[in-house]
């Protein structure tokens, strides 16, 4: 009878161990990182010309241990392309419950023509449109 719980207990360590690590983000040592789970991005516009572009995406993360690591930007002719990483140390305990977050992300438009962009965070679209030439006029 010791002997079939003791090999149950174990079989239940080892089930929730391995569920532990099953879609984990990568681990470097001593932190772990990954990217951030965009679920929105909205366009917002400065009050300004040559105007202004932000890129507001919103999220969670895993747990309240991860942050923000990197934001990176991108352009490709008339496509942003953002990367919003994640970090967070390896061996801190921490509660496993969903962190919402929101970032405002300042894209380099000046001087884009007239037309149509896209902007990708995480794999989220959101599209924008300049009705004109987004630079100052030549004095």
């Known amino acids: 009878m010791k002997q079939r719980i003791w090999i149950t207990a174990m079989a239940v360590v080892f089930i929730l161990l391995a569920g532990c690590t099953l879609g984990a983000?990568?681990?470097?040592?001593?932190f772990?990182?990954?990217e951030a789970v965009v679920e929105d991005v909205?366009?917002?516009?400065?009050?300004?010309?040559?105007?202004?572009v932000h890129a507001v995406a919103s999220g969670y993360?895993?747990?309240?241990?991860t942050e923000i690591d990197e934001i990176s930007?991108?352009?490709k002719r008339n496509?942003?392309?953002?990367?919003?990483?994640t970090v967070r140390e390896a061996e801190v305990m921490c509660a496993q419950v969903l962190?919402?977050?929101?970032?405002?992300?300042?894209?380099?438009?000046?001087?884009?023509?007239?037309?149509?962009?896209?902007?990708?965070?995480?794999?989220?679209?959101?599209?924008?449109?300049?009705?004109?030439?987004?630079?100052?006029?030549d004095s």
């Open 79 to 85: 496509h942003f392309e953002v990367l919003i990483t």
């Open 61 to 65: 993360l895993p747990d309240p241990c």
């Open 42 to 52: 909205e366009i917002l516009f400065l009050e300004s010309f040559p105007l202004g």
């Open 99 to 137: 962190e919402a977050f929101e970032q405002n992300i300042p894209l380099d438009v000046y001087g884009l023509p007239a037309g149509d962009y896209t902007v990708t965070v995480n794999g989220i679209d959101a599209e924008f449109t300049f009705t004109q030439d987004n630079s100052l006029p």
């Open 32 to 34: 772990i990182r990954g």
């Open 73 to 75: 930007v991108e352009r």
């Open 25 to 30: 983000p990568k681990d470097s040592g001593e």
